[in-house]
Each structure stands twice: as C-alpha cells, then as structure tokens.
C-alpha cells in the first residue's frame, strides 16, 4: 500500500550497514546553530526511572537483588546541543551484575562522565528495602518495607559524593493529650483516649563511605523508639500502646532523638531530618526540621 509514494510496509529481514548507519542524521550532536532558546549550560540532563534488578550486599555479607529505579544524569556544556541517551542505559547495564558498593558506583558516575563527555554526572537509585521486623511480645515476624534511594555526584574535577535517603514510619502519643485524658480520667472519671498518628520521618545523609540501610534503620528504630508494626497479635497491640505510653513525642523531640542517634556516628557527614506527625486531631500536619550544622551543608 502507497501514500504519496510511501510504503506503509516493515521489513524485518533489513540489515544494518555502517555505510547505511553513517547516513543516518545525528541532531543531538549538531551544530550550536540548531539550539534552541538560550545557548546556556545545562546543570542536569538525563533519563529518570529506568529499572532493573541490582544487586546490594548486606551486612552479613549475603547479596540482596532489588529492583531499582534508576535516575542517571550528566551537565550539559552551552554549545553542545544534546546528550545521546542511550549511553546512560548502557553504561548502567555493563555494570548490572556487580553488586553496588561504592567503588561500582564511582565507576559508574566516571564512566558516565567519560562516555557522554560530559563535567560532571549523577545518579539516583531508588528501592523498597525490606528488613524482617520481630514482633513485640509473640512469637511472629514480618518484612518492613523502607523508601530507601542512593545518590552519587561526581564533579568537574572528579570528587565524589554520595548520600542516602530513608523514609521512616512511627507512631507519635502526644503528651499534651495524653495529660488532658488523664485529667477527664481523674477529676472527672470520665474516658478519655489521648490522640496518636503514623508520623514519618525523612532522614538524608551524606556518608564518607556508603552507609548501610541496616544500620540507619536500627539507628532510627533505636531513636524513635514507636515504629509501627507489621504482625500484631493482641499481646503486641497492648505492647504497642504501652510504648507509645513509654514514649510520648511532639515532634520537636522525635527530631532532636534522631539528631542526637545520627551525630554519634563517624561515617556520617552530614545530616538533615524531616519529622512529619500527620495529626489525628488536627487537619494539618506538624512538622520539624534538623540538620547537623556543617558550614555550607545539608540545608
């Protein structure tokens, strides 16, 4: 079939030639005259949410493989009118049966930085980190799942850094509520239930050494104190409640626990701390924000 002298028709048995691949037009490597807007670096290019399963090592030394979303990313000199994509994907995929240390991860923010001739590179890996979470007071057990990504940046001159983010989930018992219900319980003998909410907690840190998410979620589980559980019988559920009693927080004081856990730790550089109370009493959120202090830091 012919529309204006075009064949609607794919040919499955067509081979590439390098004479043939030669002539196929190139825009993303051309001219500066064929940029448009203004002829600017750019700070960031890349592609976003590329997944495959990677391998990580855990602390017992066993490898866990997850699957990943990867961000992959590169600076973009004025006068160079794209970056060839692809290269991202393929860089990432000759390096896809190593397990991601740090040393694998340098090599790829290097190479990325070499195969697209680029200044400077970034990537991003975003999992569900499961970790087994022990019951209270019986005898069961089930896997938590953390939001847990990896950053690295390396720059002009090749210095690396790289940081790890964590989402953490708690309970958090107001103890202004929880007086005021004792109060009606008192004077009053009169039931009161003091108010409780999941809360979270957003923890990036910038590590000398790639962190261990074990270790930062022990660290956060120390901390906090109120994770919310996984299996539960009613022995838990009391023991739960009777933690949270343990444990009252406003969330001013879940940020300086976690500030307090996190500043004992050498390999950490840096910090910075998000503790959200997603408030059964109020329609709003309270929240508050830490960071370590380092001189031009995590903000």
């Given at each position: 079939?012919?529309?204006?002298?075009?064949?609607?028709?794919?040919?499955?048995?067509?081979?590439?030639?390098?004479?043939?691949?030669?002539?196929?037009?190139?825009?993303q490597n051309g001219p500066a005259s064929l940029i448009e807007g203004a002829n600017v670096p750019i700070?960031?290019?890349?592609?976003?949410?590329?997944?495959?399963?990677?391998?990580?090592?855990?602390?017992?030394g066993s490898v866990m493989t997850l699957e990943t979303?990867?961000?992959?990313?590169?600076?973009?000199?004025?006068?160079?009118?794209?970056?060839?994509?692809?290269?991202?994907?393929?860089?990432f995929y000759d390096f896809k049966e190593e397990v991601m240390n740090q040393d694998v991860l340098e090599y790829i923010l290097r190479a990325y930085r070499e195969n697209l001739e680029s200044k400077e590179s970034y990537l991003h890996l975003k999992?569900?980190?499961?970790?087994?979470?022990?019951?209270?007071?019986?005898?069961l057990s089930g896997y938590q799942y953390y939001p847990l990504s990896i950053e690295g940046?390396?720059?002009s001159i090749g210095k690396?850094?790289?940081?790890?983010?964590?989402?953490?989930?708690?309970?958090?018992?107001?103890?202004?509520?929880?007086?005021?219900?004792?109060?009606?319980?008192?004077?009053?003998?009169?039931?009161?239930?003091?108010?409780?909410?999941?809360?979270?907690?957003?923890?990036?840190?910038?590590c000398s050494e790639l962190a261990s998410p074990e270790k930062l979620i022990?660290?956060?589980?120390?901390?906090?104190?109120?994770?919310?559980?996984v299996m539960v019988k009613r022995e838990d559920e009391q023991a739960f409640a009777e933690l949270n009693g343990a444990y009252q927080?406003?969330?001013?004081?879940a940020a300086r626990l976690i500030y307090e856990h996190l500043d004992k730790q050498d390999e950490i550089v840096d910090f910075v701390v998000r503790c959200a109370h997603l408030e059964s009493l109020h329609s709003h959120d309270a929240v508050s924000r830490i960071c370590k202090g380092v001189p031009g830091g995590l903000r």
């Open positions: 079939m012919h529309t204006n002298g075009l064949k609607r028709f794919y040919d499955p048995t067509f081979t590439i030639t390098d004479a043939y691949k030669n002539t196929l037009p190139d825009l700070q960031q290019v890349g592609i976003s949410n590329f997944r495959l399963p990677l391998r990580y090592e855990l602390e017992d979303s990867v961000d992959g990313y590169v600076s973009l000199d004025a006068g160079k009118k794209g970056i060839n994509m692809s290269r991202i994907i393929r860089t999992v569900n980190f499961p970790m087994i979470q022990e019951s209270l007071r019986s005898d940046h390396m720059d690396m850094r790289m940081f790890m983010h964590l989402d953490f989930e708690y309970s958090s018992a107001c103890p202004c509520s929880y007086e005021l219900a004792e109060h009606a319980r008192k004077t009053r003998d009169v039931a009161a239930i003091s108010h409780s909410q999941r809360s979270i907690a957003n923890v990036s840190v910038e022990r660290t956060l589980r120390e901390a906090l104190k109120t994770e919310t559980q927080k406003f969330v001013e004081d």
